[in-house]
């Protein structure tokens, strides 16, 4: 993909639309979705979100750094909907690693009650291939903490490469943890 020569003019998606889910950059008008979502989902969200304890004020700020660095393309986060019924499942994104070379990462969280109807599974598929076809990726990397199987099953279900593991790398609740690094590049099989 060619750079604008204005971060800021590089064309980004006003939502994606996959069979079961939405994805869509935030709105201020998200916040108590997003409030709710966390409210409801705090003791599975600790050991792997830093944002599990946040309060309502201190997520609305979050909502609206997000919504900034969505306008000046230095992240993309995303919020997740349920395609049929507009609840609001958790959030997701690609994190610009780098825009001259097209490298990405995805993150994601559910919360508690969406988990394993392969919401996540869905909407990292539709981010992957968004950055491939749309943002000329030549890597889409997720990381996750290796202790967290569910996030990891998502990468290895479509089919991304396990690249590494590194060890004590990050902060934890409980203290130090290893960080899975799943990719895939474009030479990749498609996504399973």
């Known amino acids: 993909m060619d750079i604008p020569p204005f971060q800021t003019a590089i064309p980004v998606f006003e939502e994606l639309r996959g069979p079961r889910v939405l994805v869509r950059p935030y709105r201020t008008s998200d916040a108590d979705d997003v409030y709710a979502a966390v409210e409801a989902s705090r003791d599975h969200l600790r050991p792997w979100m830093p944002f ?3 309060t309502a004020d201190e997520l609305r700020d979050w909502l609206a750094h997000a919504m900034a660095r969505w306008l000046l393309r230095e992240e993309l986060p995303a919020g997740v909907w349920e395609a049929a019924s ?21 993150g994601y969280w559910l919360r508690a009650d969406a988990e394993g109807k392969g919401y996540m599974a869905e909407t990292v598929r539709l981010l992957t291939d968004y950055a491939f076809t749309s943002l000329g990726a030549n890597r889409v990397e997720i990381r996750c903490d290796a ?6 099953a998502v990468a290895e279900r479509l089919g991304f490469v396990r690249e590494g593991r590194l060890r004590n790398n990050a902060h934890a609740p409980d203290g130090l943890r290893d960080t899975l690094i799943f990719a895939r590049t474009p030479d990749d099989p498609p996504m399973g």
């Open 52 to 54: 599990a304890d946040e």
């Open 147 to 152: 202790r967290n199987t569910r996030s990891s």
């Open 86 to 106: 507009g609840r609001y499942l958790g959030g997701s994104g690609l994190m610009i690693r780098d825009w001259r070379i097209g490298y990405f990462e995805i």
